[in-house]
């Protein structure tokens, strides 16, 4: 991108925002302690002279220095010294920080007044309420208890099929504490998605929920959970939380108030382990087979986010962060991390479009939006409420009453409410909230401009992107910097990001594919059941051999901002131009009578190929008059002529995963002729009836 071409700048940081943040304190002690020139003037540690580019450079060139330092800035606890930062610093098998012994819950609550809030929190079945530190203490004690009388001792999996609530939480404090292993899924996955996962792992207890609310509607899974236990004969208890009735119970399974009972007035005690020990498994989204089962250790989420929440984040005593999501997608491991720094937490379970007008949260209804006509559109991987008239407004309510001060969410969730209307500050107080984060999916450009035409020029809007391989952001905010229309502004400290063509040549100003150069402490110890590391080897290192390659386009452009225009491996490419499905989309759904869309690029025999287009419509709206030809001309304009489709298609809806994930390569091998059943788990789709469109369509 050419200077004439520089997006809009939609924020920047005052001096007074720069002083204060965690970056700029971090900065100054490296260039103390370190000799860091990370300030532009000559012996300067003026906030005016940060100069985060200098930063970057530093963290991923003196790699061994860079997390040495995070781990002394902010005090990592070892009950043994280790040997040194890095050992082995290949990839895959990066040895880091070998002889160290820690234990990641011993950091959350390390330092804290018993009488200070930690997790305030809210569901469709529970009013806003809170708990202290005194209160989480306790209770992570007595469940940390209860799992040790039923066995569970280092290295032993815990599952947890439950939804975003404290006691989720706590729970997986517990098990941390414990030195066990920690893996979870959202009660609204399907039976068959949540058993090719826990299956793999084996665990010896299964947490599960009688139930759940969502979008005003009460879902019983303790159906799901008898299916559950039959198939983990390794679980040796079932313990069985009464959410949505309590008393509820299931014969065979032990009372939640049972398990926290034998273990009432414990001290909560920690367990050190090896730096790689397990702390939890995360899944792909498994599209495609049985989903990577991807473990990450103690140590390297604890370094990875002192880092990202502290310095990115950039989370500070008596910040409130929240964000949208459930158990079953990384943001949650993300969000219950935050408690690793001086700010709280905010959680909520249930429909960002519940509750409706004539429901409150805090005693008066939501600002109205205009009705949608989207059912197909989701939300953080769940679809709206089913009434015919979601309102968008319930998350904004939540933020208000909470005081929320960071917003994080889906980049589909900012999208649908500008396109439906809504207007968060109307008849809200949000005077505390300071930021909005993004993640997801590429935010585009016109989402930044709403952000800011609705909460004005002092509010920082940060998009991400990362992922659950690391469990983090490989790029994102940072507090220091200006916010560019559509751009992310920074790579990740300690994040060795490029992009590059086929041939390993680094790429500024152009497309390529995001890789790693340089071991992160977060990246995966090994994928379970992977025994002589093939899976991770393919999964990450097969194109370019010893390096990171994440499987996402990205530009790095002139100013170290990035773009991400999708998943390298449903780019199309016409006539050597790769396009990024996200310009697609961006260019179709800027016209009001489309509300949703999928592209994909089908091989055909000749050696040709044909760009599909299935789009979802606005109620009256059809493709029999101009609209096809208006779509054509705004790809072509916005894109390019060789990515003007060559069918366009009307369906009712986009198949997504539960995570929100389009199902470009799903669809793409369906249209090719493979059999359904093996590009697609059905259970892990959040509207798995979408497909059957395309089957039909693969055989006509």
């Known amino acids: 991108m050419t200077e004439s071409n520089v997006p809009r700048v939609l924020w920047e940081p005052d001096e007074e925002r720069i002083e204060s943040s965690n970056i700029v304190a971090f900065a100054r002690w490296a260039a103390r302690e370190r000799g860091v020139e990370a300030f532009g003037g000559s012996g300067s540690t003026a906030a005016a002279d940060f100069d985060y580019d200098a930063l970057w450079r530093w963290s991923v060139t003196d790699v061994d220095g860079f997390w040495a330092s995070v781990w002394e800035f902010y005090g990592v606890r070892s009950r043994t010294p280790y040997e040194q930062v890095l050992a082995d610093r290949s990839m895959p098998g990066a040895q880091w920080f070998p002889g160290a012994s820690l234990n990641y819950a011993e950091h959350v609550f390390e330092g804290r007044d018993a009488d200070e809030v930690a997790i305030r929190h809210a569901t469709e079945l529970r009013a806003l309420d809170s708990w202290t530190w005194g209160d989480l203490r306790e209770r992570t004690a007595a469940i940390a208890a209860g799992l040790r009388e039923l066995g569970v001792g280092e290295g032993d999996r815990v599952a947890a099929y439950l939804p975003n609530l404290p006691e989720t939480a706590a729970a997986f404090y517990a098990v941390a504490s414990l030195g066990a292993i920690w893996s979870s899924c959202s009660p609204d996955f399907g039976v068959r ?103 990450q250790g103690h140590g390297g989420i604890l370094l990875e986010q002192l880092k990202n929440l502290n310095l990115h984040l950039d989370a500070q005593e008596h910040d409130r962060v929240f964000w949208f999501t459930t158990t079953g997608w990384m943001m949650w491991n993300f969000l219950v991390s935050v408690l690793l720094t001086r700010a709280s937490i905010v959680l909520y379970d ?54 929320v001060t960071v ?41 930044f401009s709403w952000v800011y035409e609705e909460f004005g020029d002092d509010l920082w809007l940060f998009s991400t992107s990362g992922g659950t391989d690391i469990c983090s952001c490989l790029v ?11 751009e992310i502004q920074s790579r990740g400290l300690g994040m060795a990001v490029a992009s590059w063509d086929p041939d390993g040549n680094e790429l500024i100003g152009e497309v390529g594919e995001l890789v790693v150069t340089e071991p992160a402490p977060s990246m995966p110890v090994f994928l379970w059941g992977d025994t002589d590391g093939e899976r991770l080897r393919d999964s990450y290192f097969a194109v370019y051999p010893g390096i990171w390659r994440h499987g996402d386009w990205i530009e790095i452009t002139e100013r170290g901002t990035a773009i991400i225009y999708g998943r390298s491996d449903s780019t199309i490419n016409r ?32 050696g040709s190929s044909r760009i599909e287009l299935f789009t979802v ?79 039909g369509l693969a055989h006509r």
């Not at 589909?412 to 909005?436: F, N």
């Not at 910097?481 to 559509?486: C, D, H, I, S, T």
């Not at 050597?576 to 489309?594: F, K, Q, W």
């Open 617 to 695: 419509l606005r109620e009256g709206a059809d493709l029999e008059g101009d609209l096809p030809k208006e779509i054509a001309r705004r790809i072509r304009t916005d894109c390019s002529p060789r990515h003007v489709p060559d069918r366009v298609r009307a369906i009712r809806s986009v198949p997504r995963t539960l995570s929100g994930k389009v199902l470009e390569v799903p669809v793409k091998r369906i249209l090719m002729g493979e059999s359904p059943e093996k590009v697609a788990s059905r259970d892990s789709l959040a509207n798995p009836e979408a497909l059957d469109y395309f089957s």
């Open 193 to 295: 998605s949540v058993i090719d996962r826990f299956a793999q792992i084996e665990p010896k207890v299964l947490l599960a929920v009688d139930g759940y609310r969502y979008g005003g509607k009460d879902f019983d899974r303790r159906p799901v959970v008898e299916e559950l236990r039959a198939a983990l004969p390794s679980a040796e208890h079932t313990v069985l939380l009464d959410y949505l009735t309590p008393g509820a119970t299931l014969e065979g399974t032990l009372p939640w108030s049972e398990l926290t009972g034998r273990g009432a007035g414990a001290e909560l005690t920690f367990t050190p382990v090896p730096f790689d020990h397990p702390l939890w498994v995360l899944y792909s989204s498994g599209t495609t087979g049985l989903p990577k089962a991807i473990v």
């Open 575 to 606: 006539g050597g131009v790769r396009m990024g499905t996200s310009e697609i989309y961006r260019a179709v759904l800027a016209l009001d009578d489309v509300v949703d869309a999928l592209v994909v690029d089908v091989p055909q025999e000749d």
């Open 407 to 447: 917003f994080g969410t889906s980049a589909g969730y900012l999208s649908s409410c500008m396109k439906e209307g809504v207007h968060p500050r109307r008849g809200r107080d949000l005077s505390a909230l300071k930021a909005i984060g993004s993640t997801g999916s590429p935010l585009s450009p016109e989402a």
């Open 350 to 403: 249930g429909s960002p479009a519940h509750p409706s007008p004539s429901t409150t949260l805090n005693g008066r209804p939501p600002a109205a939006a205009p009705p949608s006509s989207s059912p197909s559109t989701t939300l953080n991987g769940r679809p709206p409420a089913a009434a015919s008239s979601p309102d968008l407004g319930a998350l904004w309510d939540l933020a208000a009453e909470a005081g």
């Open 476 to 486: 994102g905010g940072t507090p220091t910097l200006p916010v560019y229309e559509g």
